[in-house]
């Protein structure tokens, strides 16, 4: 028999490119040689996965499925990847 199916609803945390946050990239994406993995242009968003895994996609992309329901507060690297690791696996 068909199933209807519907995508389960996941959070997970992604920075855009605006051409001017290149130090909150790299901190994001874990360093110099991983964003050189990517191809990117200004206005793209970088997307953490569920699987810890990266990937990039267009704004227009990211509009049409996702939507920002909050932010990761501010405080150093080390904090902002345990609280991101935290708040956005499958509750």
Same mark, same amino acid.
């Given at each position: 028999? /068909?199933?209807?199916?519907?995508?389960?609803?996941?959070?997970?945390?992604? /920075?855009? #490119?605006?051409?001017?946050?290149?130090? =909150?990239?790299?901190?994001?994406?874990?360093?110099? %040689? !991983?964003? %050189?993995?990517?191809? &990117? %242009? /200004? +206005?793209? #968003?970088?997307?953490?996965?569920?699987? $810890? =895994?990266? &990937?990039?996609?267009? $704004? !227009?992309?990211?509009?049409?499925?996702? =939507?920002?329901?909050?932010?990761v507060p $501010?405080?150093? &690297? +080390? =904090?902002?990847?345990?609280?991101?690791?935290?708040?956005?696996? $499958? !509750?």
């Amino acid at each position: 028999m /068909i199933k209807v199916i519907q995508k389960k609803a996941l959070k997970l945390t992604g /920075i855009r #490119w605006t051409g001017f946050n290149l130090d =909150e990239v790299r901190d994001f994406v874990g360093g110099d %040689s !991983e964003l %050189s993995c990517f191809t &990117y %242009s /200004i +206005g793209d #968003w970088f997307i953490r996965g569920i699987h $810890d =895994e990266f &990937y990039t996609m267009s $704004d !227009e992309m990211f509009q049409a499925h996702y =939507e920002i329901i909050g932010e990761v507060p $501010d405080v150093l &690297y +080390g =904090e902002r990847m345990a609280y991101i690791k935290a708040h956005t696996k $499958d !509750e």
